[in-house]
């Protein structure tokens, strides 16, 4: 079951809403992939009489053909009786003394095969004689019947380039003489059929948008869905379509409505009022739309970056009570426009992890690739669907894409997911295919290595000089990752090292602080010039971003405007800082780093031991999960009460505390790869709230409390916990806050 991005739809689902086929009929029968219902009704009549199967006079047959068509259930013809009649015409229609077929008699038969929805190579050797015959007829056809003639070839796949170039010469001649169903019939099956003419294509959208006034709701989502297909950003006729479908908008259907927006959407065509039109209308009549409704409707929202976050909520709650009725690409789409649009609907994403798991084997590979890498950017682990990916991919590694396993291996990686076997079939696929992998997914191979520790030191060496040999051509984001990774992995590279500092520097206005935080860190061992430049560059990036965190939370509460603090968090560019970068950030905010004490804490036996000793997630191919974790350290006076306690929070414990009135003055906010509120320094945080709250602090005796609070942590703290470090500090002025990255100390 293909998506509509590829030119196909379930045409069982269709069917059911287009009322065309009753329980029983051809229709559910056979399997076929059309999108839209038949565009015309021939005329039909009472079947004629099997004898006449056996006619040499092939217009019977064609009549016959239609009869069959039209009728409800077939008229009871059965499949054999079906094929025979089929058989009987392609033979007539090779003999040369048969009776001619009129212009008309072709554009029925294509028609009525695409109406039967019969798949078989039967229906493609007819259609290929029609074709020979039918193109020396075509200035006899009307537009209707040019309309008819290439749907039926269309719906059932069938390309036939020799009849379909003389028609688009006739279609462009005429073009003025089409209604709106023909243009938007006839769009649709020169695009379902991928071929695209300059002149066919200007001449519909130019005749199309002279009359769009008079376009149905249904022909206004064929006609941009063709532009899609045709990959024709034609904005005048795109503007119009969107006026009108505004005008329209309670004329549509589900399926129509999604496919707009998707269309839309897949063009980066951003129009905010129609967006705001089609969700207004989406959101009453959500249960009305099916999974692949959603799924287009969604990719849409998330693709303009207009995101409504009611549709989305709503948009959850459908897709978990339809959830057995999505196909893979509906799963994958769904999950990626959620991730993308860094919506945590927990449930849903839950709910087609664990369809998608079930339905595995029916993935092709890009959807695969989407589905993981929405999860990886989502943050969401979940180690039974890795484990089975990283065995399938691992068997199949040949069929897929340098690129594809390139963002599968970052999906691993991201996810902290170490699958040896998959890994360790990659080595060897690239070993034998290291020509095939361009230098940009050679280095997020090798930035997906260093994320779970998989260290193959002869192949990083060879990879190496392929890497160098293409730097210029590489993103910076790619090129900081690849430097970072080589440090991680302690592979002696300096040339490459220093190459890809001078690289940076060189275009150094184009790195992003995300790359920037990558470089620095890996170069923070290199004693070359270029490595302190860097380093200089990012502290100037790193105090704008301090400026900007004590303004925003600098007030007693950030929670005033949610919203408002989510957007600029994100508008920043980069969920963490890293290890130098977070330090540098730290030391601007006030937060120092903890006493001696509590680092001889964090490494003594009782605590380190308990670290040890946390359950592991335990992943396919002999593999593990790295399990992060926040120590920290509550040492304060409460009214002549000392209050001390420890606590370690890891990552996956999603059991908060009860924080009362503090749960709305302390803010999380979702990042790129960061649930704010599940994040182990976050829930540190509320851990020691809850404890204040217990102990009767309220919000005018909260200035009363002193101490210091410490904190360790096994990773990098993202933004958002940095920043809500620094809430803490705000709202306890009298409470020191100290806070130390782990691999500093390693360091």
Not at 51 to 80: C, K
Not at 233 to 255: G, H, N, R
Not at 380 to 393: F, R, W
Request: with cysteine; charged share 20%; net charge negative.
């Amino acid at each position: 079951m293909s998506t509509v991005r590829d030119g196909q739809v379930s045409d069982g689902r269709h069917r059911r809403r287009q009322g065309k086929s009753g329980k029983g009929s051809r229709a559910q029968l056979l399997a076929s992939t059309v999108p839209f219902a038949a565009p015309c009704e021939a005329n039909g009549g009472d079947l004629v009489s099997t004898d006449f199967v056996n006619t040499r006079h092939a217009p019977d047959l064609a009549r016959l053909l239609v009869n069959v068509a039209n009728n409800p259930g077939h008229g009871g013809v059965s499949e054999v009786r079906l094929k025979e009649i089929i058989l009987r015409l392609t033979s007539l229609l090779q003999l040369p003394r048969t009776s001619p077929l009129c212009a008309r008699d072709f554009c029925d038969v294509a028609l009525s095969v695409g109406k039967l929805h019969y798949c078989d190579c039967c229906v493609t050797q007819l259609l290929e004689k029609v074709a020979d015959l039918a193109k020396y007829r075509v200035g006899e056809f009307t537009p209707q019947d040019m309309a008819d003639i290439m749907w039926g070839f269309a719906s059932l796949g069938v390309k036939s380039e020799g009849l379909m170039s003389v028609v688009a010469a006739e279609v462009v001649s005429k073009i003025h003489e089409f209604d709106q169903r023909q243009l938007s019939d006839t769009a649709w099956s020169f695009a379902r059929c991928g071929l695209w003419n300059a002149q066919l294509v200007s001449a519909i959208v130019s005749e199309s948008t002279a009359k769009i006034s008079t376009f149905t709701s249904s022909s206004l989502s064929k006609i941009s869905w063709s532009m899609v297909q045709w990959g024709a950003q034609e904005v005048v006729l795109m503007d119009a379509i969107a006026a009108e479908t505004k005008q329209k908008i309670t004329d549509f259907a589900p399926d129509s409505l999604s496919l707009v927006a998707w269309s839309f959407g897949s063009l980066n065509l951003h129009r905010g009022s129609l967006m705001a039109a089609i969700a207004s209308e989406a959101k009453p009549n959500i249960s009305r739309f099916e999974a692949e409704d959603l799924s287009h409707l969604v990719f849409a929202f998330a693709n303009s970056r207009d995101v409504d976050e009611e549709l989305f909520g709503r948009v959850a709650e459908s897709i978990v009570a339809k959830i057995k009725s999505a196909a893979p690409s509906d799963l994958s789409n769904i999950a990626w426009a959620f991730s993308r649009s860094a919506c945590a609907h927990t449930e849903a994403m839950d709910a087609i992890v664990e369809e998608s798991i079930v339905q595995l084997h029916r993935f092709k590979q890009q959807e695969i690739v989407t589905l993981i890498t929405a999860l990886a950017t989502a943050g969401l682990q979940n180690t039974p669907l890795m484990n089975d990916v990283g065995a399938l991919v691992g068997k199949q590694m040949a069929e897929y894409h340098p690129v594809q396993l390139a963002h599968i291996s970052w999906a691993f990686g991201a996810l902290h997911i170490r699958h040896n076997d998959y890994f360790q079939a990659l080595t060897d696929h690239m070993e034998a295919a290291r020509s095939n992998f361009k230098a940009s997914e050679l280095c997020n191979i090798v930035f997906a290595f260093a994320l779970v520790s998989f260290r193959d030191e002869p192949l990083l060496l060879k990879v190496a000089p392929d890497i160098e040999q293409d730097m210029e051509e590489l993103k910076p984001l790619t090129l900081g990752r690849c430097v970072w990774a080589y440090r991680v992995l302690h592979v002696s590279c300096d040339h490459l090292m220093k190459a890809g500092a001078g690289e940076a520097l060189r275009r150094i206005s184009e790195v992003p602080t995300k790359a920037l935080v990558k470089l620095v860190d890996a170069l923070s061992v290199c004693a070359f010039d270029e490595a302190f430049q860097l380093e200089k560059v990012l502290e100037s990036r790193i105090t704008e971003v301090a400026d900007n965190l004590r303004e925003w939370c600098g007030r007693t509460s950030a929670a005033t405007d949610v919203k408002d603090y989510a957007e600029k968090l994100r508008s920043l560019g980069v969920a963490d800082c890293g290890i130098m970068g977070t330090s540098m950030l730290m030391r601007r905010l006030g937060i120092d780093l903890p006493s001696r004490g509590f680092v001889r804490l964090c490494q003594s036996k009782s605590l380190t031991d308990r670290v040890r000793e946390a359950p592991r997630i335990v992943t396919g191919g002999r593999g593990s999960v790295r399990r992060d974790y926040t120590a920290a350290e509550l040492d304060i006076t409460v009214q002549d009460q000392n209050v001390h306690d420890v606590v370690v929070r890891y990552k996956g414990d999603r059991k908060s505390s009860e924080c009362g009135w503090l749960a709305s003055w302390l803010v999380a906010v979702d990042l790129a790869g960061h649930h704010g509120i599940h994040e182990t320094v976050f829930q540190s945080l509320l851990d020691f709230c809850g404890r204040l709250v217990d102990l009767g602090v309220t919000p005018d005796t909260r200035a009363s409390v002193h101490g210091s609070l410490e904190m360790l942590s096994s990773v990098a703290p993202c933004l958002s916990s940095v920043g809500a470090l620094h809430q803490f500090s705000v709202i306890f002025p009298g409470v020191t806050v100290r806070f130390i990255e782990m691999l500093t100390i390693r360091d």
